[in-house]
């Protein structure tokens, strides 16, 4: 049972368009979200997050939206760039029960020149 | 990230036979995880730690142990490795259960 969809497995953008990945969820008791970056041969790190309190974060170039009511949640990164093209995962975790995080099976990310 | 490192970074085994994958940190994080990553299917759990010597089992844990003897060492061992256990390992920290982890640099397995 994925309790945390990605459905695009990749992504293809041009550099300087927005970049917009989806993710959905199915646990209504997800309160803590989380989008990770990764590059070939490195770990995912740390993007940008988001409290179920709010419906949108920015850091930069990167802001993630929460629809609470539809259980997704999307990332926006404007304007992309070459070194954006990476493997994106979406996470989510229940705070309040100490849940531990759970992945999307992520979305590759190209930016083209 | 320094604070995290995984060994060894790549490592080929033969089916059937043991095979221990160490996680070490210097952040002193009371949470620690040991994920795979496999396409199609993202970051699976396969074990996790919330202190020395307490540890339970993630969705992916058949076929594996770990143990915690100290708060810097995460150890997951494969008893008799299987083809199907090929994938690349990562191991995480947290301070807090729930919040952003961080990650190793990941070890690649493959059982031929």
């Known amino acids: 049972d994925q309790q945390v969809k990605q459905n695009s497995p990749s992504l293809s953008v041009q550099e300087g368009r927005i970049s917009i990945l989806n993710c959905d969820y199915t646990?209504?008791?997800?309160?803590?979200f989380l989008w990770y970056k990764k590059y070939p041969a490195e770990g995912p790190t740390f993007l940008i997050s988001?409290?179920?309190?709010?419906d949108k974060n920015e850091d930069g170039r990167f802001t993630v939206f929460l629809n609470k009511s539809a259980k997704h949640l999307s990332l926006h990164i404007v304007p992309s760039q070459p070194g954006d093209s990476a493997v994106y995962f979406c996470?989510?975790?229940?705070?309040?029960?100490?849940?531990?995080?759970?992945f999307g099976q992520g979305t590759r990310l190209t930016i083209n020149p | 990230d320094a604070g995290i490192t995984q060994s060894p970074r790549h490592k080929v085994t033969e089916t059937g036979t043991p095979v221990t994958l160490r996680c070490h940190q210097t952040?002193?994080?009371?949470?620690m995880y040991w994920y795979r990553q496999d396409p199609g299917h993202g970051l699976r759990l396969i074990h996790y730690?919330?202190?020395?010597?307490?540890?339970d089992k993630g969705e992916v844990s058949d076929g594996y142990s770990v143990s915690r003897s100290k708060t810097e060492d995460f150890l997951l061992t494969l008893e008799s490795a299987t083809s199907s256990q090929t994938s690349v390992y990562f191991c995480?920290?947290?301070?807090?259960?729930?919040?952003?982890?961080?990650f190793g640099s990941g070890t690649r397995l493959t059982v031929v």
């Open positions: 995480a920290i947290s301070e807090l259960q729930g919040n952003g982890y961080t």
């Open positions: 646990n209504s008791m997800f309160d803590y």
């Open positions: 988001i409290s179920s309190i709010k």
């Open positions: 996470a989510a975790s229940a705070r309040q029960g100490a849940q531990k995080l759970v």
């Open positions: 952040e002193n994080h009371r949470y």
């Open positions: 730690s919330y202190g020395v010597k307490d540890t």
